[in-house]
Protein backbone atom coordinates (compact mmCIF):
# COMPACT_ATOMS: atom_id res chain seq x y z
CA UNK A 1 0.00 0.00 0.00
CA UNK A 2 1.93 3.16 -0.75
CA UNK A 3 1.63 6.44 1.75
CA UNK A 4 -0.57 9.00 0.81
CA UNK A 5 0.78 12.19 0.17
CA UNK A 6 -0.10 14.30 2.44
CA UNK A 7 0.03 18.35 0.84
CA UNK A 8 0.43 21.39 3.48
CA UNK A 9 -1.76 24.63 2.95
CA UNK A 10 -0.33 27.09 0.79
CA UNK A 11 -0.42 29.29 3.77
CA UNK A 12 2.39 26.88 6.03
CA UNK A 13 4.76 27.70 3.06
CA UNK A 14 3.95 31.37 2.97
CA UNK A 15 4.97 32.10 6.55
CA UNK A 16 7.65 29.75 7.16
CA UNK A 17 9.61 31.29 4.39
CA UNK A 18 8.37 34.92 6.04
CA UNK A 19 9.86 33.49 9.39
CA UNK A 20 13.04 32.37 7.34
CA UNK A 21 13.71 35.30 5.64
CA UNK A 22 13.13 37.42 8.93
CA UNK A 23 15.56 35.36 10.67
CA UNK A 24 18.40 35.85 8.34
CA UNK A 25 17.47 39.67 7.39
CA UNK A 26 19.11 40.97 10.78
CA UNK A 27 16.63 44.25 10.31
CA UNK A 28 15.43 45.98 13.05
CA UNK A 29 12.61 44.37 15.02
CA UNK A 30 12.91 41.06 13.33
CA UNK A 31 12.41 39.73 16.38
CA UNK A 32 9.18 41.08 16.92
CA UNK A 33 8.18 39.76 13.48
CA UNK A 34 9.43 36.58 14.03
CA UNK A 35 7.17 36.11 17.01
CA UNK A 36 3.94 37.40 15.51
CA UNK A 37 4.31 35.45 12.31
CA UNK A 38 5.04 32.20 14.67
CA UNK A 39 1.93 33.40 16.52
CA UNK A 40 -0.22 33.51 13.12
CA UNK A 41 1.27 30.40 12.25
CA UNK A 42 0.11 29.00 15.62
CA UNK A 43 -3.33 30.27 14.85
CA UNK A 44 -3.33 29.03 11.40
CA UNK A 45 -2.70 25.41 12.53
CA UNK A 46 -5.20 25.20 15.01
CA UNK A 47 -8.15 26.68 13.04
CA UNK A 48 -6.37 23.93 10.75
CA UNK A 49 -6.88 21.26 12.96
CA UNK A 50 -10.31 22.19 14.45
CA UNK A 51 -11.78 22.72 10.47
CA UNK A 52 -10.81 19.28 10.24
CA UNK A 53 -11.15 17.49 13.45
CA UNK A 54 -14.64 15.17 14.56
CA UNK A 55 -15.98 17.79 16.60
CA UNK A 56 -19.38 15.61 16.67
CA UNK A 57 -18.70 14.55 20.31
CA UNK A 58 -18.37 16.25 23.52
CA UNK A 59 -15.08 17.92 23.29
CA UNK A 60 -13.46 21.25 23.78
CA UNK A 61 -13.18 21.23 19.76
CA UNK A 62 -16.95 20.54 19.54
CA UNK A 63 -17.38 23.46 21.45
CA UNK A 64 -15.18 25.82 19.51
CA UNK A 65 -16.98 24.84 16.78
CA UNK A 66 -20.18 25.53 17.73
CA UNK A 67 -20.63 29.28 17.10
CA UNK A 68 -22.58 30.66 20.13
CA UNK A 69 -20.77 28.78 22.99
CA UNK A 70 -17.89 29.61 21.54
CA UNK A 71 -18.79 33.03 21.88
CA UNK A 72 -19.41 32.34 25.21
CA UNK A 73 -16.12 30.61 25.66
CA UNK A 74 -14.35 33.82 24.30
CA UNK A 75 -16.42 36.39 26.60
CA UNK A 76 -15.10 34.23 30.10
CA UNK A 77 -12.27 33.94 28.85
CA UNK A 78 -11.21 37.45 27.36
CA UNK A 79 -13.70 39.19 30.80
CA UNK A 80 -12.98 36.57 33.76
CA UNK A 81 -14.11 39.39 35.80
CA UNK A 82 -17.41 40.22 34.27
CA UNK A 83 -20.49 39.65 36.82
CA UNK A 84 -21.41 36.47 34.61
CA UNK A 85 -24.49 34.64 35.23
CA UNK A 86 -26.29 31.96 33.22
CA UNK A 87 -28.63 34.28 31.95
CA UNK A 88 -26.02 36.99 31.75
CA UNK A 89 -24.19 34.63 29.03
CA UNK A 90 -26.50 32.56 27.37
CA UNK A 91 -28.49 36.40 26.61
CA UNK A 92 -24.85 37.57 25.09
CA UNK A 93 -24.56 34.67 22.81
CA UNK A 94 -28.33 35.00 21.58
CA UNK A 95 -29.90 31.64 23.32
CA UNK A 96 -32.45 30.78 26.05
CA UNK A 97 -31.19 30.25 29.46
CA UNK A 98 -32.17 26.86 29.96
CA UNK A 99 -30.55 25.98 25.97
CA UNK A 100 -27.38 27.51 26.92
CA UNK A 101 -27.21 25.45 29.85
CA UNK A 102 -27.65 22.45 27.97
CA UNK A 103 -25.35 23.13 25.05
CA UNK A 104 -22.72 24.43 27.11
CA UNK A 105 -22.96 21.35 29.16
CA UNK A 106 -22.71 19.06 26.51
CA UNK A 107 -20.38 20.69 23.94
CA UNK A 108 -17.77 21.81 26.92
CA UNK A 109 -18.26 19.00 29.68
CA UNK A 110 -19.61 20.91 32.59
CA UNK A 111 -21.46 23.75 33.55
CA UNK A 112 -21.26 27.14 32.34
CA UNK A 113 -20.57 28.27 36.01
CA UNK A 114 -17.92 25.74 36.90
CA UNK A 115 -16.22 26.76 33.38
CA UNK A 116 -16.43 29.98 34.82
CA UNK A 117 -14.70 29.46 38.29
CA UNK A 118 -11.99 27.56 36.90
CA UNK A 119 -11.02 30.13 34.13
CA UNK A 120 -11.10 32.71 37.16
CA UNK A 121 -9.36 30.60 39.78
CA UNK A 122 -6.58 29.53 36.81
CA UNK A 123 -5.73 33.20 35.80
CA UNK A 124 -5.91 33.95 39.67
CA UNK A 125 -3.03 31.35 39.97
CA UNK A 126 -1.39 32.90 36.82
CA UNK A 127 -1.24 36.30 38.18
CA UNK A 128 -0.35 35.69 41.82
CA UNK A 129 2.96 33.80 39.62
CA UNK A 130 3.53 36.53 37.32
CA UNK A 131 2.76 40.13 39.29
CA UNK A 132 3.13 41.79 42.21
CA UNK A 133 -0.79 42.74 42.59
CA UNK A 134 -2.07 42.68 45.81
CA UNK A 135 -4.48 39.88 46.39
CA UNK A 136 -7.24 42.04 46.72
CA UNK A 137 -6.33 43.47 42.60
CA UNK A 138 -5.80 40.11 41.74
CA UNK A 139 -9.68 39.04 43.27
CA UNK A 140 -11.44 41.95 42.00
CA UNK A 141 -9.41 41.22 38.04
CA UNK A 142 -10.95 37.84 37.68
CA UNK A 143 -14.54 38.65 39.56
CA UNK A 144 -14.41 38.84 42.95
CA UNK A 145 -15.77 40.95 45.38
CA UNK A 146 -13.19 40.27 47.50
CA UNK A 147 -9.44 38.95 48.76
CA UNK A 148 -11.71 36.60 51.30
CA UNK A 149 -13.96 35.15 49.03
CA UNK A 150 -11.04 34.74 46.20
CA UNK A 151 -8.75 33.14 49.22
CA UNK A 152 -11.61 30.42 50.26
CA UNK A 153 -12.05 29.50 46.33
CA UNK A 154 -8.65 29.21 45.76
CA UNK A 155 -7.72 26.89 48.70
CA UNK A 156 -10.63 24.61 47.53
CA UNK A 157 -9.30 24.23 44.12
CA UNK A 158 -5.41 24.51 44.75
CA UNK A 159 -4.86 23.39 48.62
CA UNK A 160 -2.96 26.04 49.47
CA UNK A 161 -4.05 29.47 50.15
CA UNK A 162 -3.09 32.30 47.25
CA UNK A 163 0.15 33.88 49.05
CA UNK A 164 1.78 30.43 50.18
CA UNK A 165 1.17 29.75 46.54
CA UNK A 166 2.28 32.94 45.19
CA UNK A 167 5.74 32.29 47.19
CA UNK A 168 5.73 29.03 45.35
CA UNK A 169 5.44 26.31 48.65
CA UNK A 170 3.94 23.16 46.86
CA UNK A 171 0.49 21.83 48.98
CA UNK A 172 1.38 19.99 52.08
CA UNK A 173 4.61 21.73 53.16
CA UNK A 174 4.61 24.62 55.59
CA UNK A 175 6.50 27.93 55.63
CA UNK A 176 9.36 27.62 58.53
Same mark, same amino acid.
Given at each position: ?33 ? %? ?12 ? *?????? %???? %? ?24 ? %? ?28 ? *? ?13 ? #???? #? ?8 ? *? ?19 ? *? ?11
Amino acid at each position: MRSQQVSSPSWINAIVALVKDEAHSAQPGAETVI %TRLSEILFVQAVRE *YVRSAD %TSRG %TLLAALADPQIAEALALIQLHPGEPW %TLALLARHVGLSRSAFSARFTSLVGMPAMH *YLLDVRLTKAAALLR #TQSA #TLHAVARSVG *YDSDVSLSKAFKRRFGVAPGT *YRRGIPPGRHER
